[in-house]
C-alpha cells in the first residue's frame, strides 16, 4: 500500500494485516529505517505531533483580533470619522486600534515562544532504531516504518503493532474508559475495533509492565489519539483563567450597554446631533473596556512562567499559574516527594522474625528475573550480598496495580517453583502455607495474627514490607498465569527503610502557612503512611485505605474526603477518584506524582505536578515540572503564581473602577451639560494613556498578604470595588465640573482641558494606592517600570494637553489658579480614595475563607 500522505484516505484496521506486509507496505524492516530515509518522510509526513499547533500566523491572528466585537466598534467609529471629516478622532481610534492589537500580538508571540521553549525542554523522548542503532529521538520525529523500542511506564508514541513483546501489558483506558491492563502479543487479528486488537499499540496509551518492540504505522493526526486530539481541540473547554475572565467580560458588558444606550438616548432625546452622539456613546463604550486586558495577562503570566523557571518550575500550561495560586489541597505521594527515594533493605526475616537467607535468595531471584523496569525495591535486593549462580528464568508474570505482585518460574536445574514477591496482603491472601524452620504449616487463624502482630510492628517504625511466597511446579512447566499464584507458601518478608528528607518537615510547615492543605496518598502500608506523616509534620487524625475507598460511591467519598489527611493501600483510580472527590468539594486540587500510577490523578487535578525524573506518562499529564523533586521548590511555585494573579487582579481592579468611574461621570455629565464633556477622541486619548501608564503591572510586586491565602476570581469583590471607588471617583468629577462651572466661569474649550488634565492626573496617580490594600508607604514598592511608565504617561498628558499640539486635540490654556486648584483637587482624591479602598476591600478577608469555585 505504500507510505501514505496525509492526503490519503486513512487505513483502516492495520492490525490486521501480517506483520511483514506491513513492513513491506512501508518500506521498512525489523532493523529500523535509514536516518535519510527517515529525515524524508518526516518532511513529507510533518511531525509526529498529536495536537495542532497553538501558534497561528500573524495574519489570523489580526484577523480573529479584528471580530472582536469591541474592535469592530472601534473600527467603524473610526470609518465614520473618517467618512465626516474628523481627522483627528480618525487617527486616535486608528492608534489605540494599531497598538492594542501590536502589543497584545507581539507578547502573544513571545509567550508562544516561551511555552515552546519549556516544552522542548521537558519534551518526550522515543528510543527509535535508525540505522540498526538504538537512538533516543523526540517523539514529534517519529515516521511510518519507524521501530521503537518500549519499556515499562513509557508513553506510546504513535499507532502501530507489535513486532516483539515481553509479558507486555498496557493501559488503554485513554481509548476504552477501562484501567484493567490490556496483554499484548504479535500475532495479528481480525478485529475490527481498536480496543480489541491484541497486536495494536495507540499514541497517548501507557506500557504498565513488561517491553516491546513496535513498527509505527501510523504518526500525528493520522493516529487515533491524535483525531480525538484535533476533534476536541477545536471545542477545547475554558479554562479556569478564562472562565473568571469571561464572567469579568459579562459584568463589563453590562456596565457598558447601560451607560452608553443611556447617553445615546438621552442625546437623542435631547435632539443633539446625532452623529455627535453616536460618536460619543462609541467613545464610552471604549473608555469602559479594558482593552488591554489580554495583553496585560499575556504580560503577566508569561512573566512569572519566566520567574518560576528561574525557580527550578516549569510550567507547559500558562493558565496553570493561575490554578497553581488559587490551589488551596495538595494531595501528594509518598516516596521521592516527602522521603529521600534511596530505598535501603534493612531486614530479610522469616515468618518468626528471624533473619533469613532463604528469604533474601528467593527475592533477588525474582528481582533479577524480572523483565519489567525495576523498582527501587528490586534494586535494594539486588545491591545485598549474595549470589544467583544455577539458577534460569523460565518464564514471568509481570507486575500490575491489581494483583500487586509479580512472579517468575525459575529452575535451579532439579526443580521448578514460582517465586512471587508482592505486597503482603496480596500474597497472603494468594498463601495456604507458612514456611517456619524448612517445615510448611497450615496459615490458621493463629499463624495468620502472628504475622499481622510482626508485620504491624515493622510498619510502626516506618519499614515498608514485601511479601516472599513460593509453589512447586512440574518440572516440565514452560509457562505460568495469574491463576497459578494460588496456593502459595509463605517463605518472609523483606523489611525497607526510605527516611523521611530532611527538609520535607519545613516544607510542609511552609505551605501550611500558605494555606495550602497537604493531603498523602500512597499504596504503601497504612502504618507506613502514618509514620512517615508524623516524621514530616502532617496532621493524621484520620487515615482511609483503599478497601474503604472501593466500598464507597464517589457520592460518599466526596462527603467524607475533606476529613480524611491520609490515604493508604490506594491503586490508580482510587487516586483519581480521591481527587475528583476533593474537587467535588470546592477544592482547588494539586496533585503532586511521578509514576505510571499517579498519571490518573495528575490528570484530573486542577494542577497536574511532576518532577523532570517522572516517566513519561506523568510528564506528559502534568502542567507543572520541577526540576527538583521536593516540595520546597513547589513552595516557591505557589508563591510565583499568587503573585502572577494578584498583579493581574491589579489590572482589573484599577481599570474597572476608573474606567467606570470616568464614564459615569461624562454620561451623567453629557446629559446636564449644553456641551460635550469630553471630545471623543479626548475620550479615547485619556483612554490611551491610562492604559499605557498600567503596562508596568506585570512586573509590580506584591504585598505579603496577597502571597499569604490562596487566591481566585471573586466578581462580588470586584463589582463591589468598581462601585465603590468608581463612585468617589465621579463624585470628584462632579465637584471639578462645579468648580470649573461656577467659580472659574470656563468655556467648552477650557472645561475639556481643565476636566481631561484632573481626569488623568487622578487615574494614573491612584495605582500607586490601589495597587496595595495598605497605606501607600507601608505596602510593597512599586516596580521601577510600574513607576517610569505611569509617570511617563502623566509627563505626556500634561504634554498634549498644555503644549504646543494642545489645540489640535480641542484643548487651550489654563491660568495657574485654575492648574493649582486642578492640583488640589487630585490631592484630595487621592485622600478620598485611600479611605475609600480601605471600604471596598474589608470585607475580603471574610470572603477569602468562602471560596467558591462553582465556576471551575
Same mark, same amino acid.
Given at each position: 500500500m505504500g507510505i501514505l500522505s496525509p492526503s490519503e484516505p486513512k487505513p483502516e484496521a492495520f492490525w490486521s494485516t501480517p506483520t511483514e506486509t506491513l513492513l513491506l507496505s512501508l518500506s521498512s524492516q525489523r532493523g529500523g529505517l535509514r536516518q535519510a530515509d527517515a529525515k524524508d518522510r518526516l518532511a513529507r509526513l510533518g511531525p509526529n505531533l498529536m495536537q495542532p499547533s497553538q501558534?497561528?500566523?500573524?495574519?489570523?491572528?489580526?484577523?480573529?483580533?479584528?471580530?472582536?466585537?469591541?474592535?469592530?466598534?472601534?473600527?467603524?467609529?473610526?470609518?465614520?470619522?473618517?467618512?465626516?471629516?474628523?481627522?483627528?478622532?480618525?487617527?486616535?481610534?486608528?492608534?489605540?486600534?494599531?497598538?492594542?492589537?501590536?502589543?497584545? *500580538?507581539?507578547?502573544?508571540?513571545?509567550?508562544?515562544?516561551?511555552?515552546?521553549?519549556?516544552r522542548q525542554s521537558v519534551a518526550i523522548q522515543a528510543d527509535v532504531v535508525r540505522d540498526g542503532a538504538v537512538v533516543s529521538l523526540p517523539v514529534s520525529e517519529l515516521v511510518p516504518g519507524d521501530v521503537v523500542h518500549l519499556r515499562t511506564g513509557d508513553l506510546v508514541p504513535a499507532d502501530g503493532v507489535a513486532l516483539e513483546v515481553h509479558e507486555l501489558q498496557v493501559n488503554e483506558a485513554l481509548m476504552t474508559g477501562e484501567p484493567f491492563p490490556v496483554s499484548k502479543n504479535t500475532a495479528p487479528c481480525a478485529a475490527t475495533l481498536p480496543a480489541e486488537a491484541s497486536n495494536?499499540?495507540?499514541?497517548?496509551?501507557?506500557?504498565?509492565?513488561?517491553?516491546?518492540?513496535?513498527?509505527?504505522?501510523?504518526?500525528?493526526?493520522?493516529?487515533?489519539?491524535?483525531?480525538?486530539?484535533?476533534?476536541?481541540?477545536?471545542?477545547?473547554?475554558?479554562?479556569?483563567?478564562?472562565?473568571?475572565?469571561?464572567?469579568?467580560?459579562?459584568?463589563?458588558?453590562r456596565l457598558t450597554l447601560f451607560l452608553t444606550l443611556f447617553v445615546l438616548l438621552a442625546h437623542l432625546a435631547a435632539h443633539r446631533p446625532a452623529m455627535e452622539a453616536f460618536l460619543f456613546a462609541l467613545a464610552l463604550a471604549v473608555g469602559l473596556t479594558p482593552e488591554l486586558l489580554p495583553m496585560i495577562m499575556t504580560v503577566t503570566l508569561a512573566k512569572g512562567a519566566q520567574r518560576m523557571a528561574a525557580r527550578q518550575?516549569?510550567?507547559?500550561?500558562?493558565?496553570?499559574?493561575?490554578?497553581?495560586?488559587?490551589?488551596?489541597?495538595?494531595?501528594?505521594?509518598?516516596?521521592?516527594?516527602?522521603?529521600?527515594?534511596?530505598?535501603?533493605?534493612a531486614a530479610h526475616i522469616d515468618p518468626a522474625g528471624r533473619t533469613s537467607e532463604r528469604v533474601l535468595e528467593l527475592a533477588r531471584l525474582n528481582a533479577a528475573f524480572q523483565t519489567g523496569v525495576r523498582s527501587p525495591l528490586d534494586d535494594a535486593l539486588l545491591t545485598a550480598a549474595g549470589t544467583l549462580s544455577g539458577w534460569e528464568r523460565i518464564a514471568e508474570c509481570p507486575f500490575d496495580f491489581q494483583r500487586r505482585c509479580l512472579s517468575v518460574l525459575a529452575s535451579d536445574g532439579t526443580e521448578r517453583c514460582l517465586i512471587v514477591k508482592g505486597a503482603p496482603e496480596c500474597i497472603l491472601a494468594r498463601a495456604a502455607t507458612v514456611e517456619i524452620d524448612g517445615q510448611s504449616r497450615q496459615l490458621d487463624a493463629e499463624q495468620r495474627a502472628k504475622l499481622d502482630s510482626l508485620q504491624e510492628s515493622y510498619a510502626r517504625d516506618g519499614f515498608r514490607l514485601l511479601a516472599v511466597a513460593i509453589r512447586p511446579m512440574p518440572?516440565?512447566?514452560?509457562?505460568?498465569?495469574?491463576?497459578?499464584?494460588?496456593?502459595?507458601?509463605?517463605?518472609?518478608?523483606?523489611?525497607?527503610?526510605d527516611p523521611p528528607k530532611c527538609d520535607a518537615r519545613d516544607a510542609i510547615k511552609n505551605l501550611a502557612s500558605l494555606g495550602v492543605t497537604v493531603k498523602l496518598i500512597s499504596g504503601d502500608h497504612a502504618a507506613v503512611v502514618t509514620h512517615v506523616a508524623q516524621a514530616v509534620g502532617l496532621p493524621a487524625r484520620r487515615i482511609m485505605s483503599g478497601e474503604e475507598i472501593a466500598a464507597l460511591t464517589d457520592r460518599a467519598l466526596a462527603a467524607q474526603v475533606g476529613h480524611v489527611d491520609l490515604f493508604a493501600r490506594v491503586d490508580p483510580d482510587q487516586k483519581r477518584r480521591i481527587i475528583a472527590a476533593l474537587r467535588h468539594r470546592g477544592h482547588v486540587v494539586g496533585f503532586?506524582?511521578?509514576?505510571?500510577?499517579?498519571?490518573?490523578? *495528575?490528570?484530573?487535578?486542577?494542577?497536574?505536578?511532576?518532577?523532570a525524573e517522572a516517566t513519561e506518562v506523568a510528564r506528559a499529564a502534568a502542567d507543572i515540572i520541577l526540576l527538583a523533586p521536593d516540595l520546597s521548590v513547589l513552595g516557591a511555585g505557589v508563591r510565583e503564581g499568587r503573585r502572577t494573579f494578584a498583579n493581574i487582579l491589579k489590572y482589573v481592579r484599577m481599570g474597572t473602577s476608573s474606567n467606570f468611574g470616568n464614564m459615569l461621570s461624562m454620561a451623567l455629565a453629557s446629559v446636564v451639560l449644553p456641551f460635550l464633556p469630553l471630545l471623543p477622541l479626548q475620550i479615547l486619548l485619556n483612554n490611551l494613556l491610562?492604559?499605557?501608564?498600567?503596562?508596568?503591572?506585570?512586573?509590580?510586586?506584591?504585598?505579603?498578604?496577597?502571597?499569604?491565602?490562596?487566591?481566585?476570581?471573586?466578581?462580588?469583590?470586584?463589582?463591589?470595588?468598581?462601585?465603590?471607588?468608581?463612585?468617589?471617583?465621579?463624585?470628584?468629577?462632579?465637584?471639578?465640573?462645579?468648580?470649573?462651572?461656577?467659580?472659574?466661569?470656563?468655556?467648552?474649550?477650557?472645561?475639556?482641558?481643565?476636566?481631561?488634565?484632573?481626569?488623568?492626573?487622578?487615574?494614573?496617580?491612584?495605582?500607586?494606592?490601589?495597587?496595595?490594600?495598605?497605606?501607600?508607604?507601608?505596602?510593597?514598592?512599586?516596580?521601577?517600570?510600574?513607576?517610569?511608565?505611569?509617570?511617563?504617561?502623566?509627563?505626556?498628558?500634561?504634554?498634549?494637553?498644555?503644549?504646543?499640539?494642545?489645540?489640535?486635540?480641542?484643548?487651550?490654556?489654563?491660568?495657574?489658579?485654575?492648574?493649582?486648584?486642578?492640583?488640589?483637587?487630585?490631592?484630595?482624591?487621592?485622600?478620598?480614595?485611600?479611605?475609600?479602598?480601605?471600604?471596598?476591600?474589608?470585607?475580603?478577608?471574610?470572603?477569602?475563607?468562602?471560596?467558591?469555585?462553582?465556576?471551575?
Open positions: 501558534s497561528q500566523s500573524i495574519l489570523k491572528k489580526i484577523v480573529h483580533r479584528i471580530f472582536n466585537p469591541l474592535v469592530a466598534i472601534l473600527i467603524a467609529a473610526a470609518a465614520i470619522s473618517g467618512v465626516s471629516g474628523d481627522i483627528g478622532s480618525f487617527v486616535i481610534i486608528l492608534l489605540v486600534i494599531g497598538m492594542s492589537l501590536t502589543l497584545d *500580538i507581539v507578547q502573544e508571540h513571545r509567550a508562544e515562544l516561551t511555552a515552546e521553549a519549556l495494536a499499540l495507540f499514541a497517548g496509551t501507557s506500557v504498565v509492565s513488561g517491553n516491546a518492540v513496535m513498527l509505527v504505522v501510523e504518526t500525528g493526526k493520522r493516529t487515533r489519539f491524535g483525531m480525538i486530539a484535533a476533534e476536541l481541540a477545536t471545542n477545547a473547554p475554558p479554562t479556569a483563567l478564562e472562565r473568571g475572565v469571561n464572567r469579568l467580560g459579562v459584568l463589563i458588558l518550575v516549569i510550567v507547559k500550561r500558562l493558565s496553570a499559574i493561575h490554578d497553581l495560586g488559587a490551589m488551596d489541597t495538595l494531595c501528594v505521594d509518598k516516596t521521592g516527594t516527602l522521603t529521600e527515594a534511596k530505598i535501603t533493605l518440572p516440565d512447566q514452560a509457562t505460568v498465569c495469574v491463576e497459578e499464584e494460588a496456593g502459595l507458601t509463605l517463605v518472609g518478608f523483606c523489611a525497607f527503610a503532586m506524582g511521578d509514576g505510571v500510577n499517579d498519571a490518573p490523578a *495528575i490528570h484530573t487535578a486542577h494542577v497536574g505536578i511532576s518532577v491610562y492604559d499605557l501608564s498600567e503596562v508596568g503591572i506585570p512586573f509590580d510586586e506584591v504585598d505579603a498578604e496577597d502571597i499569604a491565602r490562596p487566591q481566585a476570581w471573586d466578581m462580588a469583590e470586584i463589582l463591589r470595588f468598581t462601585l465603590v471607588m468608581g463612585t468617589v471617583s465621579s463624585l470628584f468629577d462632579a465637584t471639578t465640573f462645579l468648580i470649573l462651572l461656577k467659580i472659574f466661569h470656563v468655556n467648552a474649550t477650557q472645561f475639556h482641558t481643565g476636566w481631561f488634565l484632573e481626569s488623568i492626573a487622578t487615574q494614573i496617580l491612584v495605582i500607586f494606592l490601589i495597587r496595595s490594600r495598605r497605606l501607600p508607604w507601608r505596602g510593597s514598592r512599586p516596580d521601577r517600570v510600574l513607576v517610569i511608565s505611569s509617570l511617563g504617561a502623566l509627563a505626556a498628558a500634561v504634554v498634549l494637553t498644555l503644549g504646543p499640539s494642545g489645540s489640535m486635540l480641542g484643548f487651550a490654556s489654563l491660568p495657574p489658579a485654575l492648574l493649582a486648584t486642578i492640583a488640589l483637587i487630585t490631592l484630595a482624591y487621592l485622600a478620598a480614595a485611600e479611605a475609600a479602598k480601605r471600604v471596598a476591600l474589608k470585607s475580603r478577608r471574610k470572603r477569602a475563607r468562602k471560596f467558591k469555585w462553582g465556576w471551575m
